[in-house]
């Protein structure tokens, strides 16, 4: 049934890509994917792809311009080596946050980054929370938009008390991903009112909307990257009289000094997925809790694969 479906990845995130091949029960394709030390990417297919529906599955994380460039050396290498179709699996899509010319003279990056994956050969991108619903539509191929909150939503019912739950948007441009999230947990929902000044990576948080004293709180967002928003929010909440604070993200970047941010904030536990790898150093953070998406992955190619709806893997 399989035959001709072959997984690659290069080296953004080994550990998730080798789980998702071995949940997919096909083995990672043989690809050399290395930097020589000129600082230029090589790659080399070790197989023959003649006719197959090849997928590559490579988070653009950091280091993000490098991860970029070998998907995207990925994906020429495959067109020139006949692939049928080229599937990019990006669980985290870099620079999503630059998806509209919100000041003069800024670029859009996220257009850009789609058009040169289309422009390498790509036929069509798997990604995972894109930080906005128009970020599929900067694409000219199909884009299966998945999304990690029924998997947030299980592991929570599973592993926490939600009787007293309010599920809090950390900004209001977040306000529709926690509306969702909040319907799933059956709780109720509050809303930050977040303002970020100028163009670095400070955030200022206002004000809060809707009821925390005496719930339980959820942060939820798409991303934590500097951990800047969301510790600053876990503080205001907890000055608001939340009794417990936690916090979900799908991406945890974990920049700078995120981990230090969160130790320092009233977060009690952080829920990220894998579609970044958290590293050694960061995981020693008992507050960090991953949970894997490689099933999620593993459905979504196999459905792909074998031209089966989607949809139920989209929210
Ligand atoms: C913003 O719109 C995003 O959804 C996140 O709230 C934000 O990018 C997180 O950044 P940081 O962790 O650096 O505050």
Known sequence: ?????KIFTGNANLRLATEVARLTGIP???????????????????????G????????????????????????????????RNINCVI????????????????????KLVADLLSAAGASRIVAMDLHSEQIPGFFNIPVDHLSSM???????????????LVVVS?????????RIMSEKLN????????????????????????NVKDKDALLFDDIIDTGGSLARMAKKIAENGAKRVYAACAHGILSGKAVENIENSPIEKLFITDSIPLGKEKSRCNKIVQITIAELLAIAIKKIHVEESLSILFR
Do not use: H, W
């Open 52 to 83: 197959a529906d090849t997928f590559i599955i490579q988070p653009t994380c950091y280091p993000v311009n490098d991860n970029l460039m070998e998907l995207l050396i990925m994906i020429d290498a495959l067109k020139r080596a006949s692939a």
């Open 150 to 164: 029924p998997i947030f939503a299980r592991y929570l019912q599973a592993n926490l008390d939600l009787s007293n």
């Open 170 to 178: 950390p900004d209001t441009g977040g306000t529709a991903r926690a």
């Open 187 to 210: 709780c109720d929902l509050a809303i930050g009112d977040k303002r970020r000044l100028g163009n670095d990576d400070k955030a200022e948080v206002l004000n809060v909307i809707g």
């Open 28 to 50: 990672l394709g043989d690809a050399k994917v290395f930097k020589f030390s000129n600082d230029n990417t090589f790659v080399k297919i070790n197989e023959n792809v003649r």
């Open 91 to 110: 669980p985290y899509f870099a620079y999503a946050r630059s998806d509209k010319k919100d000041q003069p003279r800024v670029p859009i990056t996220a």
């Open 1 to 5: 049934m399989y035959s001709k479906l």
